[in-house]
Protein backbone atom coordinates (compact mmCIF):
# COMPACT_ATOMS: atom_id res chain seq x y z
CA UNK A 1 0.00 0.00 0.00
CA UNK A 2 1.13 3.02 -1.20
CA UNK A 3 1.62 5.88 1.48
CA UNK A 4 2.49 9.35 2.36
CA UNK A 5 1.93 11.61 6.12
CA UNK A 6 -0.92 12.85 7.54
CA UNK A 7 -1.43 16.08 5.36
CA UNK A 8 -3.30 17.47 8.27
CA UNK A 9 -0.93 17.64 10.23
CA UNK A 10 0.61 21.00 11.31
CA UNK A 11 3.60 20.89 8.62
CA UNK A 12 6.28 23.44 9.29
CA UNK A 13 7.24 23.49 5.43
CA UNK A 14 5.48 23.40 2.27
CA UNK A 15 4.35 19.93 1.81
CA UNK A 16 5.85 19.06 -1.65
CA UNK A 17 8.85 19.24 1.18
CA UNK A 18 6.98 16.76 3.04
CA UNK A 19 6.57 14.48 0.38
CA UNK A 20 10.22 14.45 -0.95
CA UNK A 21 11.18 13.58 2.65
CA UNK A 22 8.84 10.88 2.68
CA UNK A 23 9.46 9.79 -0.94
CA UNK A 24 13.12 9.64 0.58
CA UNK A 25 12.63 7.83 3.86
CA UNK A 26 9.63 5.82 2.99
CA UNK A 27 8.05 4.45 6.56
CA UNK A 28 8.64 1.61 8.56
CA UNK A 29 6.82 0.80 11.50
CA UNK A 30 9.01 -1.91 13.34
CA UNK A 31 12.50 -1.37 14.03
CA UNK A 32 15.40 -1.84 11.89
CA UNK A 33 19.28 -1.25 10.85
CA UNK A 34 20.14 0.79 8.05
CA UNK A 35 22.57 0.31 5.63
CA UNK A 36 24.65 1.92 8.39
CA UNK A 37 23.53 -0.54 11.18
CA UNK A 38 21.66 2.35 13.11
CA UNK A 39 18.79 1.41 14.40
CA UNK A 40 16.02 3.36 12.63
CA UNK A 41 11.75 3.15 12.20
CA UNK A 42 9.10 5.09 11.02
CA UNK A 43 9.81 8.21 8.45
CA UNK A 44 13.75 7.18 8.70
CA UNK A 45 14.03 8.07 12.67
CA UNK A 46 16.56 6.64 14.77
CA UNK A 47 16.89 9.00 18.02
CA UNK A 48 16.90 6.54 20.97
CA UNK A 49 15.52 3.86 19.05
CA UNK A 50 15.77 -0.12 20.23
CA UNK A 51 15.55 -3.36 18.49
CA UNK A 52 11.51 -4.78 18.69
CA UNK A 53 10.52 -1.27 18.76
CA UNK A 54 7.23 -1.11 16.95
CA UNK A 55 4.94 2.52 16.49
CA UNK A 56 1.43 2.96 14.43
CA UNK A 57 1.52 4.86 11.34
CA UNK A 58 -0.19 7.70 13.44
CA UNK A 59 2.77 7.90 15.81
CA UNK A 60 5.36 8.09 13.84
CA UNK A 61 3.59 10.88 11.92
CA UNK A 62 3.46 12.59 14.62
CA UNK A 63 7.21 12.06 14.89
CA UNK A 64 7.56 13.21 11.49
CA UNK A 65 6.48 16.53 11.98
CA UNK A 66 7.84 16.88 15.33
CA UNK A 67 11.04 16.04 14.19
CA UNK A 68 10.42 18.45 11.15
CA UNK A 69 9.23 21.31 13.50
CA UNK A 70 12.51 20.86 15.04
CA UNK A 71 14.79 20.92 12.47
CA UNK A 72 12.46 24.31 10.61
CA UNK A 73 13.25 26.29 13.95
CA UNK A 74 16.89 25.25 13.60
CA UNK A 75 18.08 25.60 9.94
CA UNK A 76 15.50 28.94 10.70
CA UNK A 77 18.08 29.97 13.10
CA UNK A 78 20.97 29.45 10.69
CA UNK A 79 19.97 31.89 7.60
CA UNK A 80 21.33 35.22 7.92
CA UNK A 81 18.93 36.09 4.96
CA UNK A 82 15.69 35.57 4.10
CA UNK A 83 14.29 32.13 2.60
CA UNK A 84 11.35 30.92 0.45
CA UNK A 85 9.20 28.63 1.39
CA UNK A 86 10.65 26.28 -0.72
CA UNK A 87 14.29 27.20 -0.16
CA UNK A 88 13.65 26.53 3.46
CA UNK A 89 11.94 22.99 2.89
CA UNK A 90 15.00 21.96 0.91
CA UNK A 91 17.42 22.95 3.48
CA UNK A 92 15.11 20.91 6.16
CA UNK A 93 15.52 18.02 3.96
CA UNK A 94 18.97 18.09 3.53
CA UNK A 95 18.92 18.66 7.38
CA UNK A 96 17.05 15.72 8.20
CA UNK A 97 19.57 13.51 6.02
CA UNK A 98 22.62 15.24 7.25
CA UNK A 99 21.83 16.41 10.52
CA UNK A 100 21.52 19.95 11.56
CA UNK A 101 25.24 20.07 12.36
CA UNK A 102 26.44 19.15 9.27
CA UNK A 103 24.17 21.56 7.23
CA UNK A 104 25.52 23.96 9.63
CA UNK A 105 28.67 23.65 8.41
CA UNK A 106 27.64 23.14 4.35
CA UNK A 107 28.22 24.62 1.51
CA UNK A 108 24.63 25.18 0.65
CA UNK A 109 24.11 27.38 3.89
CA UNK A 110 27.20 29.02 3.26
CA UNK A 111 25.99 29.92 -0.48
CA UNK A 112 22.66 30.85 0.69
CA UNK A 113 23.66 33.16 3.04
CA UNK A 114 25.92 35.02 0.80
CA UNK A 115 23.11 35.43 -1.55
CA UNK A 116 23.89 33.07 -4.29
CA UNK A 117 21.25 31.13 -5.06
CA UNK A 118 22.79 29.07 -7.96
CA UNK A 119 25.83 28.04 -5.94
CA UNK A 120 23.53 27.02 -3.09
CA UNK A 121 21.11 24.86 -5.52
CA UNK A 122 24.91 23.57 -7.31
CA UNK A 123 25.86 22.68 -3.44
CA UNK A 124 23.19 19.78 -2.76
CA UNK A 125 25.24 17.67 -4.81
CA UNK A 126 28.52 17.62 -2.51
CA UNK A 127 26.23 15.32 0.24
CA UNK A 128 25.84 12.40 -2.29
CA UNK A 129 28.61 10.05 -0.45
CA UNK A 130 28.30 7.70 2.33
CA UNK A 131 30.05 5.07 4.16
CA UNK A 132 29.03 1.49 3.02
CA UNK A 133 30.71 -1.53 4.08
CA UNK A 134 33.08 0.70 5.86
CA UNK A 135 34.05 2.81 2.17
CA UNK A 136 33.17 6.29 1.40
CA UNK A 137 31.07 6.03 -1.67
CA UNK A 138 28.97 7.83 -3.83
CA UNK A 139 25.22 6.81 -3.33
CA UNK A 140 23.07 6.90 -6.13
CA UNK A 141 20.21 7.11 -3.89
CA UNK A 142 21.82 10.09 -2.48
CA UNK A 143 22.62 11.67 -5.69
CA UNK A 144 18.78 11.23 -7.18
CA UNK A 145 17.98 12.55 -3.62
CA UNK A 146 20.27 15.77 -3.34
CA UNK A 147 19.32 16.51 -7.23
CA UNK A 148 15.59 16.73 -6.17
CA UNK A 149 16.19 18.86 -3.31
CA UNK A 150 17.95 21.34 -5.44
CA UNK A 151 15.16 21.39 -7.72
CA UNK A 152 12.74 22.16 -4.25
CA UNK A 153 15.00 24.92 -3.61
CA UNK A 154 14.90 26.09 -7.02
CA UNK A 155 11.27 26.03 -7.41
CA UNK A 156 9.18 29.18 -7.44
CA UNK A 157 6.35 30.14 -5.75
CA UNK A 158 3.63 29.31 -6.01
CA UNK A 159 4.15 25.64 -6.28
CA UNK A 160 4.78 25.03 -10.12
CA UNK A 161 3.49 21.56 -9.92
CA UNK A 162 1.09 19.27 -7.76
CA UNK A 163 3.01 17.51 -5.24
CA UNK A 164 3.45 13.65 -5.97
CA UNK A 165 0.40 11.73 -4.11
CA UNK A 166 2.18 8.92 -2.77
CA UNK A 167 5.32 7.05 -1.70
CA UNK A 168 6.99 4.69 -4.68
CA UNK A 169 5.87 0.99 -3.73
CA UNK A 170 9.44 0.21 -3.03
CA UNK A 171 9.44 2.61 -0.33
CA UNK A 172 6.21 1.51 1.11
CA UNK A 173 7.05 -1.79 1.13
CA UNK A 174 9.95 -1.06 3.15
CA UNK A 175 12.62 -2.69 0.62
CA UNK A 176 14.64 0.89 0.11
CA UNK A 177 17.26 1.82 2.83
CA UNK A 178 18.49 5.38 2.38
CA UNK A 179 22.10 5.65 3.85
CA UNK A 180 22.99 8.77 5.64
CA UNK A 181 25.15 11.49 3.44
CA UNK A 182 29.02 11.48 4.51
CA UNK A 183 30.56 14.63 4.88
CA UNK A 184 30.62 16.83 2.08
CA UNK A 185 32.53 16.17 -0.81
CA UNK A 186 36.14 17.75 -0.22
CA UNK A 187 38.35 20.27 -2.45
CA UNK A 188 41.09 17.84 -3.05
CA UNK A 189 38.90 15.01 -3.98
CA UNK A 190 37.53 16.70 -6.92
CA UNK A 191 37.68 15.02 -10.16
CA UNK A 192 38.39 18.49 -11.54
CA UNK A 193 40.87 19.70 -9.05
CA UNK A 194 42.24 16.08 -9.51
CA UNK A 195 42.79 15.75 -13.63
CA UNK A 196 44.29 19.51 -13.53
CA UNK A 197 46.89 18.26 -11.06
CA UNK A 198 47.65 15.38 -13.22
CA UNK A 199 47.30 18.05 -16.26
CA UNK A 200 50.19 20.03 -14.45
CA UNK A 201 52.55 17.44 -14.15
CA UNK A 202 52.07 16.19 -17.48
CA UNK A 203 52.60 19.32 -18.90
CA UNK A 204 55.62 20.18 -17.03
CA UNK A 205 57.35 16.85 -17.88
CA UNK A 206 56.14 17.62 -21.63
CA UNK A 207 57.48 21.02 -21.95
CA UNK A 208 60.79 19.97 -20.12
CA UNK A 209 61.52 17.54 -23.05
CA UNK A 210 60.55 19.72 -25.77
CA UNK A 211 63.27 22.23 -24.36
CA UNK A 212 65.92 22.36 -27.25
CA UNK A 213 69.75 21.82 -26.90
CA UNK A 214 69.89 25.15 -28.50
CA UNK A 215 67.64 27.10 -25.91
CA UNK A 216 69.30 25.14 -22.85
CA UNK A 217 72.74 26.36 -24.18
CA UNK A 218 71.52 30.07 -24.84
CA UNK A 219 69.46 30.01 -21.43
CA UNK A 220 73.29 28.39 -19.38
CA UNK A 221 74.93 30.94 -21.24
CA UNK A 222 73.01 33.91 -19.16
CA UNK A 223 73.35 31.78 -15.83
CA UNK A 224 69.76 30.78 -15.80
CA UNK A 225 68.67 26.68 -15.40
CA UNK A 226 66.04 26.36 -18.36
CA UNK A 227 64.27 23.72 -15.92
CA UNK A 228 64.36 25.94 -13.49
CA UNK A 229 62.35 28.73 -15.25
CA UNK A 230 60.01 25.90 -16.68
CA UNK A 231 59.21 24.73 -12.80
CA UNK A 232 58.59 27.98 -11.66
CA UNK A 233 55.94 28.58 -14.74
CA UNK A 234 54.30 24.99 -14.13
CA UNK A 235 53.90 26.14 -10.32
CA UNK A 236 52.30 29.54 -11.21
CA UNK A 237 49.88 27.69 -13.51
CA UNK A 238 48.84 25.49 -10.67
CA UNK A 239 48.33 28.04 -8.51
CA UNK A 240 46.19 29.53 -10.88
CA UNK A 241 44.30 26.04 -11.42
CA UNK A 242 43.73 25.80 -7.83
CA UNK A 243 42.90 29.36 -7.29
CA UNK A 244 40.09 28.73 -9.85
CA UNK A 245 39.32 25.75 -8.04
CA UNK A 246 39.00 26.97 -4.78
CA UNK A 247 36.70 29.79 -6.18
CA UNK A 248 34.32 26.96 -8.16
CA UNK A 249 33.69 25.33 -5.03
CA UNK A 250 32.56 28.57 -3.55
CA UNK A 251 30.19 28.32 -6.14
CA UNK A 252 29.20 24.82 -5.46
CA UNK A 253 30.31 23.36 -8.05
CA UNK A 254 32.13 19.49 -6.92
Known amino acids: MKILPNKNLPWPIVWSGVVEIANSEGCRLRAYR ?3 GVWTIGWGETENITPGEVWT ?4 DDMLCARLTELAAGVSGLLTRPATAHQLAAMVSLAYNIGLAGFARSSVLRAHN ?12 LWNKARVDGVLREVKGLTRRR ?3 SALYLTAAPEARPP ?20 ESRL ?14 TGGLAAASAVSDDIQSVAWGMG ?4 LVLAAVAVTVGAVILWQRHKQRKEGWA
Not at 57 to 60: G, I, T
Not at 167 to 178: F, R
Open 34 to 36: DIA
Open 57 to 60: QQWA
Open 114 to 125: AGNTLAAARAFA
Open 147 to 149: ARE
Open 164 to 183: LDAVPAEHAAGIVEMPDAAP
Open 188 to 201: HSSPIAQSGAVSIA
Open 224 to 227: IDPL
